[in-house]
């Protein structure tokens, strides 16, 4: 069975600190695909990034940045120099790939993250 | 970007009423979905829909919920009977192919039974 687990369930930091939301995930999958969402509160599924199962190069884009271990089976995302923008409800997923594989997402519980100024 | 249409945004109903939610995915692609996200909870997959037939579907998409792609534009979710624990948002989505970036999301219905 496929999970997500975002054992962080609230997190509060204050303007310009850096932040990391974890996320760890079980799938019997070999190939898959792990993606992170941000919930603004207007509530609306922003899509930040997909990661390939078979890429563990981790990822820059900005002030995201997204460590993927496969050897923990964890993607974690780390947002430098926060700002008050950046509150929101993050999600991470999990996706199967193949044949078999509908493209469905396994989402996490979800993090809220609040950065005060 | 193209976007992922879904109307109305808000919709409220007495329970044991039946509700459509609509949806038009993007216009090139061929998978789509519905997903639910309950107040303060996660978003759950509910069902996914490829060459006009349901692909696979969850536990809670039981006999009270059906998919419809009735013109080759829209999506619908329907919902025979609406229960108070029916209420919630209620988002659509598609992609292209099954290996394609992203799934793109709608901005969502919320559906509040009364």
């Known amino acids: 069975a496929q999970k997500v687990t975002q054992a962080q369930t609230e997190i509060s930091v204050v303007e310009k600190e850096d932040v990391t939301l974890d996320c760890v995930y079980e799938?019997?999958?070999?190939?898959?695909?792990l993606f992170w969402y941000k919930q603004p509160p207007s509530g609306e599924l922003v899509f930040l990034i997909r990661?390939?199962?078979?890429?563990?190069q981790n990822e820059i884009s900005g002030r995201y940045s997204w460590n993927f271990q496969k050897s923990t089976s964890s993607f974690n995302f780390t947002i430098t120099a926060s700002q008050v923008v950046d509150s929101a409800v993050y999600f991470c997923?999990?996706?199967?790939?193949?044949?078999?594989?509908?493209?469905?997402?396994?989402f996490g519980q979800g993090t809220t993250l609040q950065v005060k100024p | 970007e193209p976007e992922v249409t879904q109307t109305p945004s808000h919709q409220v109903t007495q329970m044991g009423q039946e509700v459509i939610l609509r949806c038009v995915p993007i216009?090139?692609?061929?998978?789509f979905y519905w997903y639910r996200q309950i107040l303060g909870q996660k978003v759950e997959f509910l069902v996914s829909?490829?060459?006009?037939?349901?692909?696979?579907k969850s536990e809670i998409f039981d006999d009270q919920f059906s998919v419809e792609r009735p013109d080759g534009s829209n999506f619908t979710l329907k919902i025979r009977s609406t229960k108070l624990e029916d209420s919630a948002m209620y988002f659509c989505?598609?992609?292209?192919?099954?290996?394609?970036?992203?799934?793109?999301f709608g901005s969502g219905t919320q559906l509040s039974v009364l």
């Open positions: 989505a598609s992609r292209r192919d099954r290996g394609q970036e992203k799934l793109f």
């Open positions: 799938t019997r999958d070999t190939t898959y695909y």
């Open positions: 990661r390939n199962s078979f890429d563990e």
């Open positions: 997923a999990l996706s199967g790939v193949g044949s078999s594989n509908t493209g469905k997402l396994i």
């Open positions: 216009s090139n692609h061929l998978y």
């Open positions: 829909f490829y060459n006009n037939e349901i692909s696979e």
